[in-house]
Nanobody
């Protein structure tokens, strides 16, 4: 089964930038959307992850209001990779970021990569 592996997380000061990558171990057919979600520290286990950015197979994007204008989602089909460019980071962006690929058959999730924004 195809697996997703996120990378690029880390610690950064407010105002800094990070680029997250999510690489699939193989090709995923019939993709509907590729997305990044996040879960902030201390959130109740039952609380849903927050959708940060979504990219449809047709190329449309949508973003959470809190990241609009600062984050950009993109993909490289040749590398089976989706990216999240995060600029002007704020302390409230601190979270574990998860990659999701939703296909017609299955919804894939990565294990997450931690982002800490702190001075």
């Amino acid at each position: 089964q195809v697996q997703l592996a996120e990378s690029g997380g880390g610690s950064v000061q407010p105002g800094g930038s990070l680029r997250l990558s999510c690489a699939a171990s193989g090709s995923i057919p019939s993709i509907n959307t590729m997305a990044w979600y996040r879960q902030a520290p201390g959130q109740a286990p039952g609380k849903q992850r927050e959708l940060v950015a979504r990219l449809t197979n047709g190329g449309s994007t949508n973003y959470a209001d809190s990241v609009q204008g600062r984050f950009t989602i993109s993909r490289d089909n040749a590398k089976n990779t989706v990216y999240l460019q995060m600029n002007s980071l704020k302390p409230e962006d601190t979270a574990v970021y998860f990659c999701n690929v939703d296909s017609r058959i299955y919804s894939y999730w990565g294990q997450g990569t931690q982002v800490i924004v702190s001075s």
